[in-house]
């Protein structure tokens, strides 16, 4: 029965997440550097991981000294994020949701790895909800509609303005 019920959460998790966003597909350790490194990454500033993972890239910016919340649906990768980040926890915050449904914090910088087809919806997001200016950056993805500020093989950063939404407005 035990077995049943570990084989539930860990399909379920991992399934879910698939669904919502995008499956786990770990960042290499060899491109936490210079991912870092092109988001211009400076000690105090705050990092937001949209599908944080195993909190490897949230303990890689904690050591550089960024603040960096981790948004996980999946609670298998949650529970594995608390420990790999434990040393940096004073640094680093995970929360376990839907980061869909969450209304983000003021960050620096928000990092993505979604998959193609939620890019759309993601700049949505962020152009409704960002509290002032962002740099958003893309792991393998582009962001249709935008033009990437800087970018590499496999990584585009963007500048996304203050209150984009709220600025059409009218008052």
């Not at 990454?41 to 890239?57: E, F, V």
């Amino acid at each position: 029965m035990l077995w049943y019920v570990l084989a539930i959460v860990l399909f379920g998790g991992f399934g879910v997440a698939a669904f919502i966003g995008a499956p786990y597909v770990p960042i290499l350790r060899r491109d936490y550097g210079p991912l870092l490194e092109l988001a211009q990454l400076k000690p105090g500033q705050t990092l937001i991981d949209l599908g944080s993972g195993d909190g490897r890239l949230l303990r890689e910016a904690a050591k550089r000294g960024v603040r960096a919340i981790g948004y996980e649906i999946n609670p298998v990768l949650y529970a594995i994020s608390l420990v790999v980040c434990w040393r940096y926890r004073g640094l680093v915050r995970i929360r376990l949701g839907d980061f869909w449904h969450a209304k983000l914090p003021a960050a620096d910088i928000i990092y993505v790895f979604l998959l193609d087809r939620y890019m759309s919806r993601l700049d949505r997001k962020l152009s409704n909800e960002l509290s002032h200016p962002t740099t958003v950056v893309s792991f393998v993805f582009e962001i249709p509609g935008r033009a990437a500020v800087r970018s590499s093989r496999n990584t585009f950063v963007y500048d996304y303005p203050y209150a984009e939404a709220v600025l059409q407005k009218p008052r």
